[in-house]
Every structure is written in C-alpha cells, then in structure tokens.
C-alpha cells in the first residue's frame, strides 16, 4: 500500500512537511510501506527511500542516510497509517452488509407486528359477528 511521504527534517533549518515534492517533475511522493520504496505519482519513478537525496527549501541537501532515525520513523508512521487505513476500508466494506442485515431485521419485525395486529383484528371481527348471529 503506498501513502503520502513526508518531507524528514531538514538538519539545517529544521524544517518538515506532511508531504515530499519530486524535485525533477513536481509530482508528490509516496512511500510503498511493505518494500520501503518511494514513487512519484507524476513520472512514476521509483527508488528505494535509502537511495534518496533531500532538497529542503533553505538550499540543504542531505541524504536518508544523514536522517536515518527521523526516516524510520516516518516509515513506521506510514507503515501505521497503511494499517489504520486497510482496517478503515474493511470496516466500510461490512457496512452495506450490516445495513442490509438491519434492514431486513427491520422489515421482518414490521411484518410480524402488522400480521399479529391484522389477526387480532380479524379475530375480533369475526367474534363479533358470530356474538351478533348468537352463535
């Protein structure tokens, strides 16, 4: 599952972003959580994130490597959000199951009550008439 990449702290400046910018075609950056590779969704070039270069707004280059412990937590942040977001997608793809299910609780609890209410009635209809003929 690939999610957005964020943009590590820069050593320099100490800047960071909810998200990377490809610097040759502008495209945002997005991490594949299982093999840790990174992908531009522009000009779909990919990489491992340890053989990444950052080129942060001050004019900073540094390299995964100078962040490694800022990089791996933000691999383990992204490899989190994958997890929340697959059992998020699960949860909403039993919902139309469940609603159905509800539904048709629903509908059966209806019926029953309205034919138990359409016996009493008839019941009582037909009581009165055999009390009216005195039978």
């Known amino acids: 599952m690939r999610v957005p990449l964020p943009f590590p702290e820069c050593p320099k400046c100490h800047e960071k972003s909810t998200n990377s910018i490809h610097r040759n075609c502008g495209g945002n950056m997005l991490i594949e959580v299982l093999n840790e590779d990174v992908f531009c969704e522009r000009c779909r070039h990919s990489w491992n994130i340890w053989n990444s270069d950052y080129y942060c707004n ?16 933000l691999i383990e942040s992204c490899k989190m ?14 919902r139309p199951d469940i609603a159905k299910t509800s539904f048709r609780t629903f509908v059966t609890a209806l019926l029953e009550g309205a ?5 009493v009635a008839v019941g009582s209809i ?8 005195g039978v």
């Open 126 to 133: 037909i009581s009165a008439v055999l009390r009216f003929f």
């Open 58 to 73: 001050c004019g900073h280059v540094f390299s995964a490597g100078e962040v490694e412990h800022t990089v791996q937590e």
């Open 115 to 119: 034919g138990k209410q359409c016996g």
């Open 81 to 94: 959000c994958a997890l929340v977001w697959e059992m998020e997608w699960k949860e909403r793809e039993k």
